[in-house]
């Protein structure tokens, strides 16, 4: 985002009890696009706050009443506020008070008096932060909308496809059972293992319709259920009696949630199920001709709500078995259970095909014909001659298909990338099983297709919003950081025991910048910067941050490393370098001021919704000092750096000098390698 996109847009709210300051600075931000509403204290900032909350606060810390950390303090600890970034404003210069003004939640420290260039970079640096805040935040909504998105859509075609394969299965196993016991023995394993319920019974009305028995058809998950079984088969129900009773006389499917919420009226069998550790029931009839031929009683041990999608599923299945029953007792009944097993392949959404081992279709529905592209399914079978050379982009696809299968004697989900009849491409998704005789040869293969089209361009538009998130974060954060925080950890806070750290800055370009329009400032910045920030990618360095003409960057951290203090020393060596090669591409005379101290620093974020990676402790101030008492086109070190470096680099000794601070101190000037 742009400079003056910031100060066309921008509130500013200035809080300084000195008129001369307020003045100065309502001046500057003004002047500079910005619109500013001042207020004189602690108590009136937090009150303009809550009337019309600003983009960004600039509060002083020495304040009548009171003082500038318990405005920010207050200002944090509210929801409604705690997100507005605050930079402080104080005479105050120590390390001390800096670091008091970032544990209220300061984002930035602006020390008086002002200059005037580095307060308008810290403000343009705190409202882009808060922009790119704010984009990241929109991005991980984005992405978390489309994921939930995409997990539905996948839960929805993933039941469908076990339900169109639980319909298929129990039509075969119809068909292979030698009587009706035996079918519902495996009509109601398939059913419980697909659906994940515990036990299953039938119950048939006797020989003269008065009473119902138990029937031998049932399944258990495992032997714990034996002995519900074994008194359940000792009982009878009557019309309206029990769970089988009533649906026996209503033909509707029943529901019961918990069965030890109801009385014994309702099920006679609370206390065995509760024993067998079942929990929740339901059950549906099979009709035929609206005549009740059987109920099945399904069982889970656990507490489970109405769930009408798993009922509807069953009546399917039933309805389905009691047509097949009804059809081995008439022609008619056959004729109607054809027609409604066609109804469900004619119209389901998904295709379903029947194909040859040399590749040819069988036969196809015609939702297959429109995945396909082809008019009819009549169409679609007269020109697919070949189904390897014609259907896969992958010349090798169809033999894949059909390995798999030999493993397992059936595939799920088995996805491809196929041409379409105008020669497009989409993904699709077989689900597919071998037929074969009873001598077991293979007759055909048969199974279902799902366009996967969508779902697969979600994924990739997923992959790319996740790559762009990643990227928008370690604009902000070092990789080994971002990584962490995306993991969960707070705080983050570490100890680093060795590690150089190096400030840099551009000697008279305050004066060079007042003589510059905005857009030469920045691009002169930039090129400068970009010149260190490449040479800190080649020497593995970390930098920290920029502040206004300055410059960071440190070795040895987040992530420990050797040599992390000849690298630091090579790359001030570098940056002397690159200088003197912009000044001689520019025509002009920059020169750099060049700090560095090796030490131990404590380093971690700071921020809840702007995340800031910094560092702190003595060899940090220490290092500044090395900087700010420096001179241009020099690099001076502190003994600590020297020692570490003196038998790789050449070093001049300076002296003993007073840094501001630290009282006296022996410097060198680095020069070069030996």
């Known amino acids: 985002m742009s400079l003056n996109h910031h100060r066309c847009k921008a509130e500013i709210l200035v809080v300084d009890d000195c008129p001369a300051n307020l003045k100065l600075l309502i001046n500057i931000l003004r002047k500079n696009g910005y619109k500013v509403r001042p207020v004189t204290d602690g108590i009136l900032a937090i009150e303009a706050v809550k009337k019309s909350k600003p983009d960004l606060i600039l509060l002083d810390i020495l304040m009548p009443n009171i003082d500038g950390y318990e405005v920010c303090k207050q200002l944090k600890s509210d929801p409604e506020t705690e997100k507005i970034p605050v930079i402080f404003l104080s005479a105050l210069s120590e390390g001390l008070d800096k670091a008091s003004a970032f544990q209220v939640g300061g984002a930035d420290y602006i020390t008086k008096p002002f200059q005037v260039e580095e307060a308008l970079a810290r403000v343009n640096h705190q409202l882009t932060l808060k922009s790119l805040q704010a984009q990241l935040q929109e991005k991980n909504q984005q992405l978390t909308e489309q994921n939930s998105r995409l997990k539905k859509e996948i839960r929805d075609r993933r039941q469908a496809e076990m339900e169109i394969r639980l319909l298929l299965a129990t039509s075969h196993a119809i068909h292979r059972a030698p009587d009706l016991h035996a079918a519902f023995n495996d009509i109601l394993k398939m059913i419980c293992q697909s659906l994940q319920w515990d036990l299953a019974e039938t119950w048939i009305p006797n020989g003269d319709g008065t009473i119902l028995e138990c029937s031998e058809g049932c399944y258990l998950k495992d032997a714990s259920l034996s002995d519900y079984r074994q008194k359940s088969k000792r009982l009878t129900f009557a019309p309206g009696e029990g769970i089988p009773?009533?649906?026996?006389?209503?033909?509707?499917?029943?529901?019961?949630?918990?069965?030890?919420?109801?009385?014994?009226?309702?099920?006679?069998?609370?206390?065995?199920?509760?024993s067998a550790g079942l929990k929740a029931a339901f059950g549906v009839p099979i009709l035929a001709q609206d005549k009740v031929l059987a109920i099945w009683i399904f069982y889970q041990k656990q507490i489970s709500a109405y769930q009408s999608r798993m009922v509807e599923l069953v009546q399917a299945v039933a309805t389905q078995l009691g047509a097949i029953v009804q059809r081995k007792q008439a022609e008619d009944a056959l004729r109607i259970a054809e027609q409604r097993y066609h109804s469900i392949v004619e119209n389901a959404i998904d295709g379903i095909f029947q194909s040859t081992p040399e590749g040819r279709y069988l036969s196809v529905n015609p939702a297959l014909a429109r995945i396909y592209g082809y008019a009819s399914p009549e169409e679609l079978m007269l020109a697919m001659k070949n189904i390897n050379e014609q259907l896969y982009v992958d010349p090798k696809r169809r033999n894949e298909f059909i390995a798999a299968i030999e493993v397992d004697g059936a595939v799920s989900g088995f996805e491809s990338l196929i041409y379409r009849q105008d020669g497009t491409q989409i993904w699709i998704s077989e689900n597919a099983r071998a037929v074969r005789d009873s001598t077991g040869r293979l007759l055909y293969y048969e199974g279902t297709v799902s366009d996967i089209t969508e779902r697969k361009l979600a994924q990739q538009a997923l992959e790319l919003q996740k790559a762009q998130t990643e990227r928008l974060l370690l604009n902000i954060l070092p990789q080994s950081i971002a990584t962490r925080l995306k993991a969960g950890e707070t705080p983050i806070a570490d100890q680093f025991e060795a590690v150089s750290v190096l400030f840099a800055d551009l000697v008279g370009f305050t004066n060079f910048s007042a003589q510059q329009t905005p857009a030469e400032l920045v691009e002169i910045l930039n090129a400068i910067f970009s010149e260190f920030d490449r040479l800190a990618e080649?020497?593995?360095?970390?930098?920290?941050?920029?502040?206004g003409d300055a410059y960071m960057v440190v070795g040895g951290l987040p992530v420990p490393r050797p040599n992390y203090d000849e690298a630091i020393a090579q790359m001030a060596l570098d940056m002397l370098g690159g200088i003197n090669r912009l000044n001689a591409k520019t025509n002009q005379a920059f020169q750099v001021r060049i700090g560095i101290n090796i030490g131990t620093v404590i380093a971690g974020v700071i921020g809840k919704?702007?995340?800031?990676?910094?560092?702190?402790?003595?060899?940090?101030?220490?290092?500044?000092?090395?900087?700010?008492?420096?001179?241009?086109?020099?690099?001076q070190v502190s003994a600590a750096t020297y020692e570490c470096l003196k038998d790789r680099f050449e070093f001049e000794e300076r002296g003993i000098i007073e840094v501001k601070g630290k009282g006296e101190m022996l410097t060198y000037w680095l020069k070069g390698r030996h």
């Open 245 to 274: 009773g009533r649906i026996w006389l209503s033909k509707r499917p029943e529901w019961i949630e918990n069965i030890s919420e109801v009385d014994g009226s309702a099920f006679i069998r609370v206390e065995i199920a509760a």
């Open 538 to 547: 080649k020497h593995r360095l970390e930098k920290i941050k920029t502040i």
């Open 609 to 635: 919704s702007k995340f800031i990676y910094d560092l702190w402790g003595d060899t940090v101030n220490v290092a500044s000092r090395m900087e700010s008492s420096g001179m241009p086109g020099k690099i």
